[in-house]
């Protein structure tokens, strides 16, 4: 086959160069041949010239100049945002990239080294660029997952680079330990800038290259994980704006998955401090599933990690945002679906000050969100086990719904959840009624004093009250006394 292509090769380099209308070959690439797989119906001659001379070496090294001279075409980089500009060249191009695309995937040969470098440098010419700055017309973190997607107008050229990459990345004919020289950790350091493009249909190309590059480059993993983890503290301190992050944990996520057990001190790092800071950004609605998949994955290969992950929640849980606080409450019950009871009963007593302060949200969504966590069977159980701790911190809250929360679905919820409580354990549930009822008293005496004081005070400001100020003034002291400094003793 390499004979054919390199026989029709040198065939079109010959007509191209008795035509006297061609561009100079620095300008314009020559014209491609037909697809092998198309020359039964091009009309040209099929017959491969007999191989050179020097045996199978001169035929390797023809079947490498051939293809690096291919490949050296595709570096010329076109300008794309003129689309009229430069259109022949640019098609002819991307003809040549699909050549290479088809030849690639018809290897029966490795590639050598030459090969592999050049093939290397030609992803990064055309693929390792500066985007232009983001135009964002007052659109603040949290309102991005509405903005109309940009399509850069240079994809239908990229994709095909992807396609070829892609290929390359995954060919048995690719040697990982020679192509690791040149798939080094710069390469990966700039694929990994490529994640906040724009466009996401260039994001979803890049996760799926990036999880090949992780699963057959075992040499570059430890750096991934690094530079990963470097990205997402960019986007939580500093930048607070990335396009990729939902599919950075997307292949984190199949990454986490194939960790073994028990788990590395560094892969619990990365938990902590990459992973779980994430809860931070307002955009946080974004790549949420992506997240939650990314920290249940390591509470099932190490249960003991759910603790961790409840006071990470903690720590992060919004004030103010209401859309938030129920994405956390969502991922909360995840968690604790998979939480052991150990665990549970060492971080429950502030966990369940945090549900009690969600039950009696204005905002009737977070209430009725928090409410529902009794539905759980598992939850529910874990309650059931530890009520005597966990009721005395709630029943306030559901006091104070059933008394004056103004909507109707929480307060029917409520009244459900109050008689779960009920059913399960009568007699505590009078003793907490009955210390709610002292702490309202008490409450509501401190409230009266205070209400008088503040009358007592008005009336006074009412009657013209002028206090006496008195001269504090020093008198001076004569002209003539000499002046003595004070005796330390």
């Not at 640019?90 to 490795?110: F, H, W």
């Not at 206090?467 to 003034?473: E, Q």
Request: aromatic share 10%.
């Amino acid at each position: 086959m390499w004979k054919q292509f390199v026989g029709k090769l040198s065939w079109k380099s010959m007509k191209s160069s008795s035509g006297g209308g061609a561009l100079p070959p620095s300008k314009t690439p020559p014209p491609l041949p037909p697809p092998p797989r198309e020359n039964g119906a091009s009309g040209k001659p099929n017959a491969s010239p007999p191989p050179p001379a020097g045996g199978a070496g001169a035929e390797v090294r023809s079947r490498e100049d051939a293809f690096v001279q291919k490949v050296n075409i595709c570096c010329v980089v076109f300008d794309f945002s003129d689309r009229g500009k430069d259109s022949p060249e640019k098609e002819r191009k991307r003809q040549m990239l699909m050549s290479l695309v088809d030849s690639i995937g018809a290897a029966e040969e490795p590639l050598t080294e030459v090969m592999i470098a050049a093939c290397v440098r030609m992803f990064a010419a055309n693929l390792f660029r500066v985007f232009p700055p983001k135009v964002r017309s007052g659109s603040t973190a949290s309102e991005t997952e509405e903005d109309e997607p940009f399509f850069d107008p240079s994809w239908y050229h990229l994709q095909v680079v992807y396609e070829f990459l892609l290929r390359f990345v995954t060919s048995p004919f690719v040697d990982p330990k020679v192509a690791r020289k040149y798939v080094d950790n710069s390469f990966v350091s700039k694929l990994l800038d490529l994640f906040d493009s724009d466009d996401p249909r260039e994001r979803d190309c890049l996760k799926t290259i990036l999880h090949r590059i992780y699963g057959k480059f075992m040499g570059n993993r430890p750096f991934i994980r690094k530079a990963v983890s470097n990205i997402f503290y960019r986007f939580v301190f500093e930048t607070d704006h990335h396009n990729g992050i939902a599919e950075m944990l997307e292949v984190f996520g199949s990454v986490i998955s194939g960790f073994a057990k028990p788990l590395k001190e560094e892969h619990k790092l990365f938990l902590w401090k990459a992973l779980i800071p994430l809860h931070k950004p307002k955009s946080i609605g974004v790549y949420l599933p992506q997240l939650t998949y990314c920290i249940t994955q390591f509470i099932e290969k190490e249960p003991k990690l759910a603790g961790t992950v409840i006071r990470g929640l903690l720590k992060y849980w919004p004030v103010t945002n209401s859309q938030k606080e129920m994405m956390f409450l969502g991922e909360l019950e995840e968690v604790l679906e998979l939480i052991e009871m150990a665990e549970f009963q060492k971080c429950m007593v502030p966990l369940f000050r945090r549900i009690a302060s969600c039950l009696n949200s204005s905002h009737f969504q977070v209430a009725e969100r928090a409410l529902f966590l009794w539905n759980n069977e598992h939850l529910f159980d874990m309650i059931s086990q530890n009520r005597q701790v966990i009721l005395p911190l709630i029943y306030p809250a559901l006091e104070r719904n059933t008394r004056w929360h103004w909507n109707q679905s929480v307060l029917n919820v409520t009244m459900n959840v109050r008689k779960m409580f009920l059913d399960m354990d009568e007699r505590l549930l009078l003793t907490c009624q009955s210390n709610f009822q002292e702490e309202e008293e008490k409450r509501a005496a401190t409230e009266e004093r205070r209400r008088l004081m503040w009358e007592q005070l008005e009336r006074t400001a009412a009657r013209g009250y002028q206090p006496v100020i008195t001269d504090t003034t020093f008198p001076s002291p004569p002209s003539s006394a000499r002046l003595v400094a004070p005796t330390v003793t």
